[in-house]
């Protein structure tokens, strides 16, 4: 143990003045992005790259092979740790239904809705995702007299109906399930424009981004994440580690996440490499 910590201070030793650094084998920088990830849960590829003298494509490279073996797991502009089975990611293979989904978690969904509302009442056009955590914000924005709202959730439309917001409703197919409309036209009905916020829903998040259940939904997702210039994502922690048939998007593609709850370590390094900001919201009024 001795020669090999010997031979690692070695290699990484500052050179003699006016000579090159050497550039540390590969084997030492392994250790050094594992010394990182126990200390600190997550690395960036340009620190790295920095202290180590070497090429942001070479550190990729290593964490590419550190992944390979089950060290850590890369995400955007970085790396994570790797899953132990306390922070496994769980499967939901089938939707619940709108009710069943309503009545879960009901106390962090409204919390969460109340704090997202208080931000959207500040924009002037709001494109607004379907799903539960969604509808249950539109009810805390019928007073927002200035605000253009656009959704593809004919439950959202019909909670804001007799409301001040003006509401724009997508054409196309409905999904009975979730009252959803969706298909060619309604995509390219809201691709020619330009949302100044839009709220979605997600049925799961893990380190490598956020999910939905069904493919009809996510399309339209992905036009609200195209088509915005803030993207919000609402998520109670009970969805943390949790995944679904269909990945929305990663977490560089949001830029605010509203929960309950800190997220898991491994979920928060990998928001914090993204770049997201985490709003933890207060606990709804009475509660």
């Not at 969460?112 to 931000?119: P, T, V």
């Not at 996510?218 to 210039?229: A, E, H, I």
Request: with cysteine; net charge negative; hydrophobic share 45%.
């Amino acid at each position: 143990m001795a020669d090999d910590v010997s031979y690692r201070e070695s290699v990484l030793a500052e050179p003699p003045a006016g000579e090159d650094r050497p550039r540390p084998l590969s084997h030492v920088r392994h250790a050094r992005i594992l010394d990182h990830l126990a200390a600190a849960g997550s690395v960036g590829v340009a620190a790295l790259a920095t202290e180590l003298g070497v090429s942001d494509m070479t550190i990729r490279r290593d964490l590419l092979e550190l992944e390979r073996d089950g060290r850590l797991l890369r995400v955007h502009g970085g790396a994570v740790l790797a899953e132990t089975p306390a922070s496994s990611v769980a499967m939901d293979s089938e939707e619940p239904r709108f009710e069943a989904r309503l009545r879960r978690g009901s106390e962090a969904k409204s919390a969460i809705a109340a704090c997202a509302a208080s931000i959207v009442s500040g924009y002037r056009t709001c494109a607004i995702d379907v799903g539960t955590t969604t509808y249950l914000m539109a009810g805390h924005l019928r007073e927002a007299d200035h605000l253009k709202v656009f959704t593809n959730s004919l439950r959202v439309s019909a909670h804001l109906d007799g409301g001040a917001p003006e509401v724009y409703v997508a054409g196309g197919r409905v999904r009975p399930e979730e009252m959803s409309v969706w298909g060619p036209t309604a995509v390219a009905q809201f691709e020619k424009l330009w949302f100044d916020v839009a709220v979605l829903g997600t049925s799961g998040m893990t380190a490598e981004g956020f999910f939905d259940y069904s493919f009809e939904d996510t399309d339209m997702k992905r036009v609200y994440l195209r088509r915005s210039g803030f993207k919000i994502l609402l998520c109670d922690s009970a969805k943390f580690q949790r995944m679904s048939l269909v990945q929305v998007g990663t977490l560089a593609d949001i830029n605010l996440l509203i929960t309950d709850a800190e997220p898991p370590p491994r979920i928060a390094a990998a928001l914090a490499a993204a770049r997201v900001e985490v709003r933890l919201a207060p606990p709804a009024a009475g509660q």
